[in-house]
Structures are given as C-alpha cells and as structure tokens.
C-alpha cells in the first residue's frame, strides 16, 4: 500500500466518530491509534492509554478492533521498545480475548519494520478490512 493510500485511510479513519450503516451486527468499538513512538516520551501515555481502553471494553463484553497507524505500529511489534511493553503486553491480551489489531502496512515498512516484524494475529490494513470497519455499526475512539 502506498503511502498516499495509507494517509487516505488513516485520515477517514480519524476523521470518523460514529457511522451507522444499515448492518445488524453488534455494535463495534474502533480504538485507532496514532501515537507510540519509542523515542518520542510524550506519545507514550496516549498509546497505553489507547490499548487498555481497549482491554477495558474488551472486559465489559465489547467487541474491540484496534487500528493502529503513523507511529501506533510501534506498539505490535514483536519485540518493542522497553517503554512500550506495557502497552504491547495489553495489546496481545486483546489479541488472546478475541479482539483485531490492524496495521497499516505502509506506516510499518515507513518506521522501516516488516510483516514479519508483528506480533502473531496481527492483521494488515487493506481496503476490504476497511470497508469492513465502515459498513459495521461503529464507534470510533482515536488516541
């Protein structure tokens, strides 16, 4: 994906708040992050807070599906940054209760990580998973 294509997304991701389409499934909760640069202390926060709001919904029977892009790839690597284990620890344990991590694939390969770079079950952003997000009835929370 490139990286207009990646902006695209990730811009109509944050830009949404609520969208209402005419599915029956069960509400979804999106948390999208942006933030989670290792060398950047201020980002930090933002990120953990991002995933154990995830996790906390998670624990209150909401299906979660956490989109991380721009420097929330950070978080879903296999082996992050000594700052961001509390916030990839979180991450796996939404994993492990059955909810989706999506990665910006272009936003990965730009903080120079891989596919293979990920933590097992994380998932590649792609216009059908997209499409996906947006034709559920979803709340949008962005970190």
Same mark, same amino acid.
């Not at 207009?4 to 944050?14: D, N, Q, W």
């Not at 926060?45 to 919904?57: E, S, W, Y």
């Not at 000594?82 to 999506?102: C, M, T, Y």
């Given at each position: 994906?490139?990286?207009?294509?990646? @902006?695209?997304?990730? !811009?109509?991701?944050?830009a949404? /708040? @609520?969208?209402?389409?005419?599915? %029956? =499934? $069960?509400?979804? *909760? /999106?948390?999208?992050?942006?933030?989670?640069?290792?060398?950047?202390?201020? $980002?930090i926060?933002?990120?953990?807070?991002?995933?154990?709001?995830?996790?906390?919904?998670q #624990?209150? +029977?909401? #299906?979660? %599906?956490?989109?991380?892009?721009?420097? +929330? /790839?950070?978080?879903?690597?296999? &082996?992050? !940054? +000594? &700052?961001?284990? $509390?916030? &990839? #620890?979180?991450?796996?344990? /939404?994993?492990?209760?059955?909810?989706? *991590?999506?990665?910006?694939?272009?936003?990965? &390969?730009?903080?120079?990580?891989?596919? #293979?770079?990920?933590?097992? +079950?994380? $998932?590649?952003?792609? =216009?059908?998973? @997209?499409?996906?997000?947006?034709?559920?009835? !979803? %709340?949008?929370?962005? @970190?």
């Open positions: 994906m490139g990286i207009v294509a990646s @902006f695209i997304i990730g !811009s109509l991701v944050t949404l /708040v @609520f969208v209402y389409s005419q599915s %029956t =499934t $069960e509400d979804l *909760v /999106v948390i999208h992050i942006t933030r989670g640069d290792p060398l950047m202390p201020e $980002e926060h933002p990120a953990t807070m991002g995933v154990k709001t995830a996790r906390g919904l #624990d209150e +029977g909401r #299906d979660v %599906t956490v989109v991380l892009n721009v420097r +929330g /790839v950070y978080i879903a690597l296999k &082996n992050p !940054s +000594g &700052n961001l284990v $509390e916030a &990839n #620890d979180s991450l796996k344990k /939404v994993l492990d209760g059955g909810g989706r *991590v999506i990665v910006c694939e272009g936003c990965l &390969n730009k903080a120079g990580y891989e596919t #293979d770079d990920l933590l097992d +079950g994380v $998932e590649i952003l792609t =216009t059908p998973k @997209f499409s996906e997000i947006l034709t559920s009835r !979803s %709340t949008v929370i962005s @970190f």
